[in-house]
């Protein structure tokens, strides 16, 4: 079994900062692709920033410049640092991955429960 788990998120004033983390664990071999998506009431699911296992970011446009990716290869883990959050930033968010178990002939996705992240104005 895979699971990925996350933490960090909660309610902030406009303006402020906000860490969310997710770690993955099971029997990974390896992995393409983690990264977060956001989904807020009535709106379809985006993608908000990903990272490559190498150094490859790719972020929202309406998240440029504020938030940033990170990951821990050797940790199975993603961060998203959010700073100068907006009320529109209201949305649970989604830790992804794109990994590969052991035994299992290809990747494939796999997504956190969902931390709700609140932001107030």
């Known amino acids: 079994q895979v699971q990925l788990v996350e933490s960090g998120g909660g309610l902030v004033q406009a303006g402020g900062s906000l860490r969310l983390s997710c770690a993955a664990s099971?029997?990974?071999?390896?992995?393409?692709?983690m990264g977060w998506y956001r989904q807020a009431p009535g709106k379809q699911r985006e993608l908000v920033a990903a990272?490559?296992?190498?150094?490859?970011?790719n972020y929202a446009d309406s998240v440029k410049g504020r938030f940033t990716v990170s990951r821990d290869n050797a940790k199975n883990t993603v961060h998203l640092q959010m700073n100068s959050l907006k009320p529109e930033d209201t949305a649970v968010y989604y830790c992804?991955?794109?990994?590969?178990?052991?035994?299992?002939?290809?990747?494939?996705?796999?997504w956190g429960q969902g931390t709700q992240v609140n932001v107030s104005s």
């Open positions: 099971g029997s990974i071999f390896s992995i393409k692709t």
């Open positions: 990272m490559t296992s190498g150094t490859s970011t």
């Open positions: 992804n991955a794109d990994l590969m178990k052991y035994g299992q002939p290809r990747y494939q996705t796999y």
